[in-house]
């Protein structure tokens, strides 16, 4: 330690420059091909028959999915099961989570009454989403050749249309239920709008229910996708490139990147839910 | 210029420009919210949710932009 203080600090970015001198003339590994778009790739871990169209083989996305259910069942019974009047760590911070799906979203955005009716839903899918998103930085052992890798189930397009036509149905079924299926369709009309306006906007306001549903979707598809395919890209880049100055670099961002992913993963998570229960309120509560 | 050069020249033209009004967009929403904030501290909260929902939208477009430049790269022949 004291020889460590004698150095001068001087001597510090000398000293980290010659390293990286040193790694630069260092001949690099083996060199490897690496295809991102590989990775997103299901392979059926568990080959299973086909049902008509429908292929019910077990991929990484399935497990991943069946990690995220397990999960959250886990810890819903865990804590519900230990629930203290002087809470644990673990109980805080669920306590904590659950306070900001209560009260942060589904309080914030929904009228009083309609935010008890629609939490279970809103809760569950932010509950969900967000177990799915970090679930998916777990490195597990289903890739190809049952290598280590990494697959978010909400970087699939099919589990991401999944819940959002589960907030589509619940925007059309809120509204029905609380106008009546005339009543519903009627208030898309806007009664002051000059004539022709109205019959625009009216055909505007069924094509923008379509396109929420597009915009949910895609929104946290394409964020997992992507943070998924920077985060192959900058591991597997040392690979690619043969060097080991490049992999120190390289290594030191994508433990940036993967830090910057976690904050990604929760981010979606609420977004996801408050368009959700914005979506419903909007469906529920009368324009004035 | 063969149609795999085009191919990824596309692409590449797609994400770009589609991520530059988005940002713009973020920019100044997220630049007004916090400029919110800071004139009125105790509604924070609401801001803050208000922001996300936006952010949420115009994240949207960039997403667009995303998904068309993976279309063109990996589904178009």
Redesign the interface.
């Known amino acids: 330690m004291k020889l460590l203080k004698r150095i001068p600090l001087w001597a510090w970015p000398v000293i980290a420059l010659a390293a990286l001198a040193v790694l630069f003339v260092l001949p690099g590994g083996v060199k490897a091909n690496f295809n991102v778009s590989n990775e997103f790739v299901l392979q059926p871990v568990i080959k299973l028959p086909k049902i008509g169209p429908v292929d019910l083989s077990i991929t990484k996305g399935v497990i991943y999915l069946w990690v995220a259910v397990v999960v959250v069942c886990l810890f819903a019974a865990l804590v519900n099961r230990g629930l203290k009047a002087r809470p644990g760590r673990l109980q805080v911070a669920l306590e904590g989570l659950y306070e900001l799906a209560r009260y942060g979203i589904a309080g914030s955005v929904m009228k009083e009454g309609s935010d008890v009716t629609w939490f279970p839903y809103i809760g569950g899918a932010f509950f969900f989403i967000l177990v799915c998103n970090l679930c998916g930085l777990i490195p597990l052992p289903f890739g190809e050749r049952h290598q280590l890798s990494f697959y978010a189930a909400t970087g699939n397009l099919n589990v991401t249309l999944t819940l959002a036509l589960c907030t589509f149905v619940f925007t059309q079924y809120a509204g029905i239920h609380k106008k009546g299926a005339v009543g519903y369709v009627k208030s898309w009309i806007i009664p002051s709008a000059p004539p022709v306006l109205k019959q625009f906007i009216f055909v505007m306001h069924i094509i923008s229910e379509f396109f929420r549903l597009v915009s949910l979707s895609v929104r946290l598809f394409a964020n997992m996708l992507a943070g998924h395919a920077i985060l192959g890209v900058f591991f597997a880049m040392a690979l690619v490139f043969q060097s080991y100055l490049i992999a120190v670099v390289l290594q030191a961002g994508s433990v940036t990147l993967y830090l910057f992913e976690i904050f990604i993963a929760a981010i979606q998570a609420f977004i996801f839910a408050i368009l959700s229960a914005v979506y419903v309120s909007s469906a529920i509560e009368d324009e004035e | 210029m063969d149609a795999h050069a085009a191919k990824l020249l596309g692409a590449g033209l797609a994400i770009g420009l589609g991520v530059f009004g988005p940002g713009i967009g973020l920019g100044s929403m997220v630049g007004s919210a916090l400029e919110s904030i800071a004139r009125q501290p105790e509604l924070r909260?609401?801001i803050r949710?208000n922001m996300?929902?936006g952010?949420?939208?115009i994240?949207?477009l960039a997403?667009?932009a995303?998904?068309v430049s993976?279309i063109l790269?990996?589904v178009v022949k």
Request: charged share 10%; net charge negative; no cysteine.
């Open positions: 909260g609401e949710t996300f929902i952010i949420g939208i994240e949207a997403l667009y995303f998904v993976l790269l990996f």
